[in-house]
């Protein structure tokens, strides 16, 4: 690339001392056992999430601090200091008590971004629960599929989900004893089947200890998508929080007095450890908001509540450009001192211009739902070259791999080669499984590397440029969708014969989601039919994983083995060339 369009940091820009100030000082010094010393641990030797994010302010200087600034059109912001979150996590931890769920037993989550979401997880935590947030904007299917791969003991979610996204399926969720209501008008609720939240957290007592779990002890499940069969729940420890800590301070440079905006949903990871975990962690005011994307608001909160860290997504960050340059122009930001974005490929226009309407780059870091916290990153001690993701943190050893064809891996010492992207095990937030799929965890890894599943290439200046993904999953709106789960729910549609979905290129959210169909005997294709099926879709998988497209075609193209070959539907769909066609049925 040229140099020229590097962006040189100044002193201006940092505005006051970095965490992260020598980069390969730090890397050279650094051990994740000095990391984990500057936590607490638990009296009796044990780590615990909730106990290192919480109850460590709650019980000291920073015990009326507000923790979490609660937004919400129309109604004011509340506020939650640590101490606060403190006993309404103990409530919490007291209902599953009562309720007789204890360590290791699962715990569903199912909201927006109300407080409730964030009290459910960390009152989990304090339990030795496991907990597993997940995203609101789920149809019933996503929902039903995870509380079962997940066995689902206690499910929080509102009346008006419950409704919407849980009832119809009620009954094919064998494991879920107890689903916990919330109301989302603030009253009380009485649906048959379910208990009222306010109720037992009213009754419950605030008090409670932490349950005593320790570092290899799993603590929170993260549902991802692989190109083929049902999501991979990806099983993460409490030792966990020592990466968050360490991350918070070189990736997101937390330090005590920030203000910290996390736009993440926590039902995607980056919503739980840095919208959740991180923050708490370093001690810091987070802005949550529970509203979706709107340009004037986000402009807003950013200068209305000077925040000073802000970490969100391309995005976002490509639908404030397109809102146009005239809304920002009416807000200042002078608090605002650091900007950071992970999900997905930040164009380098983007990280432009957030110099140019913020007055501040973006940095762009890179990790995954596997990897529990920030591996790779653009970082306050070093020069950003637009476009790509920065280089490994302090702890992190990064490398690109190539597959040799007797199937081993090896290391690519050359610059500027393309390879899988691999990461040497060993950092604490590493995932410990795919919950009851060993098999497929195993083949993540060759020797001492974690094999990401991303393409990318390492620079002679150590930085990594991502390429692209080497199975078929689909990024949209920085959201991990698998094609088969959109495709088993097309399936069901009783005109449906088969289906294939890709990820077609947008240049707003990245990907959407496009479905190409062929029908049934008997069927043919039309307007309505089309429409119906996108309903059909919506109404299933919800708005998030849904396509947004549907093509209809005589038969779909297959190996000659079955599998549908979604790689050259999208060659089709981009008018690339069709590649090695040799496998195709009745090609070659
Ligand atoms: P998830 O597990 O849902 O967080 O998705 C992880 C995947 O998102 C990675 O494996 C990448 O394919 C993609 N990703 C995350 N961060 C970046 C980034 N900074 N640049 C490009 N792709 C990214």
């Not at 995870?146 to 989900?161: C, F, K, M, S």
């Not at 007592?205 to 603590?219: F, H, L, W």
């Not at 001690?381 to 064809?405: N, Q, V, Y």
Request: net charge negative; aromatic share 8%; proline share 6%.
């Amino acid at each position: 690339m040229d140099s020229s369009s590097v962006i040189r940091k100044t002193a201006a820009d940092l505005r006051l001392s970095p965490n992260l100030a020598d980069y390969a000082g730090e890397r050279r010094a650094f051990a994740w056992d000095r990391a984990r010393a500057e936590l607490i641990g638990l009296p009796g030797g044990g780590l615990n999430i909730a106990h290192e994010a919480v109850e460590r302010h709650a019980n000291g200087p920073l015990r009326d601090k507000t923790a979490f600034r609660f937004l919400a059109r129309g109604i004011p912001a509340r506020d939650v200091s640590f101490g606060e979150l403190s006993r309404l996590a103990s409530r919490f931890a007291n209902v599953l008590r009562q309720l007789g769920i204890g360590k290791g037993e699962r715990v569903f989550v199912l909201a927006g971004r109300i407080p409730e979401l964030y009290i459910a997880v960390l009152g989990s935590l304090k339990n030795g629960s496991v907990v597993s947030p997940l995203f609101s904007a789920f149809g019933p299917e996503p929902v039903a599929t995870r509380v079962n791969l997940g066995a689902g003991r206690v499910l929080v979610t509102t009346d008006r989900l419950y409704e919407r996204k849980v009832a119809s399926l009620r009954d094919k969720m064998p494991t879920l004893e107890h689903v916990l209501l919330v109301a989302e008008d603030g009253g009380s609720t009485n649906i048959p089947g379910t208990l009222d939240l306010a109720a037992l957290m009213a009754e419950a007592s605030e008090v409670c200890e932490v349950e005593p779990t320790g570092a290899e002890d799993m603590s929170l499940l993260h549902f991802t998508s692989g190109t083929t069969g049902t999501p991979k729940g990806a099983v993460h420890v409490h030792g966990a929080v020592v990466t968050h800590y360490a991350t918070g301070r070189y990736a997101l440079d937390l330090h005590a007095d920030d203000i910290y905006w996390c736009t993440a949903d926590p039902g995607w990871v980056t919503g739980t450890s840095y919208g959740i975990i991180a923050p708490l962690l370093h001690g810091v005011t987070s802005i949550i908001d529970r509203e979706e994307f709107d340009a004037e608001r986000w402009y807003g909160i950013l200068q209305d509540e000077a925040v000073t860290v802000w970490y969100t997504a391309p995005t976002a960050i490509r639908m404030l450009m397109k809102a146009g340059a005239e809304i920002p122009r009416k807000y200042r930001f002078p608090s605002l001192r650091f900007i950071a974005s992970v999900g997905e490929p930040l164009n380098p226009e983007a990280v432009r211009w957030g110099r140019d309407v913020l007055g501040l780059p973006i940095h762009d870091n890179w990790w995954q739902t596997e990897t529990g916290g920030i591996m790779i990153a653009n970082t306050p001690a070093f020069d950003i070259k637009p476009g790509s993701m920065g280089r490994p943190l302090p702890g992190i050893d990064a490398a690109i791999m190539r597959h040799r064809e007797d199937g081993t891996v090896t290391v690519i010492d050359e610059p500027d080669v393309e390879g899988e992207l691999a990461l040497k095990r060993g950092w604490p937030s590493m995932f410990r499984g795919y919950l009851n799929n060993e098999e497929r965890y195993r083949k993540c890894f060759a020797g001492e590397w974690y094999l990401t599943g991303d393409l990318a290439k390492r620079d002679a200046d150590g930085y990594f440029w991502f390429i692209g993904r080497t199975d078929d999953v689909i990024k949209s709106a920085g959201h991990l969708i698998g094609p088969f789960e959109v495709e088993s729910a097309l399936m069901e549609h009783p005109a449906v014969a088969e289906a294939g979905v890709i990820g077609k290129p947008d240049p707003v959210v990245g990907e959407v989601v496009k479905a190409f169909v062929s029908l049934k005997q008997g069927f043919v294709e039309s307007e309505a039919l089309r429409m119906e099926l996108l309903g059909h879709a919506r109404k299933r998988l919800g708005a998030a994983v849904a396509p947004k497209e549907i093509a209809f075609l005589p038969s779909l193209p297959r190996t000659r083995s079955g599998k549908i070959m979604r790689r050259l539907l999208k060659a089709r769909e981009l008018g690339l060339p069709e590649g090695d066609l040799s496998t195709l049925e009745g090609g070659g």
